[in-house]
């Protein structure tokens, strides 16, 4: 279901408003009579009288749906809704960001389902593009439609307003380390110990900051590391390298354990301390990029490809759920194989 403003050109060289609804897969026209001529001077008048009846006829056939017994004719509230599925910070994060523009918007704390349509969607995108990075945008409107389906599917509405509301994910450059800036981190101390071996450790493994976080000793047999993903929820085994199995050494060297105890005890420390440590570490070591925590898992991607091993095993590795999540990291070594194929000396 949609409505939208369009406009007709006419043989004086005016514009002839009109609403184009497509609703339960046929299309129609209302012709509203609002005609605008050429430098007219309430053009921006006229478009925001169209606009406010396409937003009362998309309230009026919006709220034809709502005879479905597990709604109260869509007053319930959205945004209580949403945080019921909230399953971790990027969800909790993406719902505030939805109540800021709630707030702005409709000057309301709750949001009523029927108040979620197709332009309010298309609102929320526009709102979230200018106060946000492209990609933070794109994460929060998936986890919008996310939200809707699953509403969907437990027959609270009866289509996603959101299905054809998108944002296009611009590929970004992801700051890894190279071999030699590893080794030379590796031979600069730091008194932040359990940073260092944390981020070495996803170093040679490409764990996510989560799964170390909830990393235990139980988890690690026979030289294999099993775990559920927390952010993907797979289960996943991974064989553990020579310098993985060297920093596990180190921490088991530390005091004794029990299966449930943490390998690394940093559950409750803030990632932004951890990020701002490891890029004091850094500069000690004479590395100047700008490091996080997440900067080991591209360092892991691209040190397993350019060691040659096959991108479809590295996605494994890595738990992506497509091997075109991977390809990103193959672009890497690309570039960095063009690079080095530009410094070769012209003998011609």
């Not at 209302?30 to 998309?58: G, V, W, Y």
């Not at 933070?136 to 996603?160: D, H, M, S």
Request: aromatic share 12%; with cysteine; charged share 35%.
């Amino acid at each position: 279901m949609s409505i939208k403003v369009r406009s007709k050109k006419l043989s004086n060289g005016s514009e002839s408003l009109y609403l184009d609804k497509y609703y339960k897969g046929t299309r129609e026209y209302e012709f509203l009579n609002i005609k605008i001529k050429k430098n007219d001077p309430e053009r921006k008048q006229k478009k925001e009288l169209a606009e406010r009846i396409r937003s009362k006829r998309e309230s009026q056939l919006y709220s034809t749906f709502y005879d479905i017994p597990n709604l109260s004719n869509g007053n319930d509230d959205f945004l209580e809704y949403y945080k019921s599925d909230c399953k971790d910070s990027s969800y909790k994060a993406s719902l505030n960001k939805l109540k800021k523009f709630t707030k702005e918007k409709l000057n309301s704390k709750t949001l009523p389902f029927k108040k979620v349509t197709e332009k309010f969607c298309e609102d929320y995108k526009e709102w979230l593009l200018k106060n946000m990075g492209n990609n933070t945008a794109w994460v929060y409107v998936i986890k919008l439609k996310t939200v809707l389906y699953k509403a969907v599917r437990e027959k609270i509405i009866p289509y996603n307003p959101a299905k054809y509301i998108s944002v296009k994910f611009q590929e970004v450059e992801r700051e890894y380390l190279t071999e030699e800036e590893l080794r030379k981190l590796i031979k600069t101390p730091t008194k932040h110990t359990l940073y260092r071996n944390a981020f070495l450790f996803a170093c040679f493994t490409g764990l996510r900051i989560s799964d170390i976080k909830a990393l235990t000793w139980g988890q690690i047999r026979n030289d294999k590391l099993y775990f559920r993903q927390k952010k993907t929820k797979g289960m996943e085994y991974l064989p553990l390298s020579p310098s993985a199995k060297k920093i596990l050494e180190e921490r088991n060297g530390i005091s004794n354990h029990n299966p449930d105890d943490n390998v690394f005890d940093m559950e409750k420390k803030k990632t932004e301390r951890i990020g701002a440590k490891l890029r004091e570490w850094a500069s000690d070591a004479g590395i100047e990029k700008y490091i996080t925590f997440h900067t080991s898992r591209h360092t892991f991607a691209t040190l397993s490809l350019s060691s040659e091993i096959d991108i479809y095993t590295v996605s494994k590795l890595l738990g992506h759920k497509s091997v075109k999540m991977t390809e990103i990291y193959a672009k890497i070594i690309n570039k960095k194989a063009d690079e080095a194929v530009s410094k070769l000396p012209n003998l011609l």
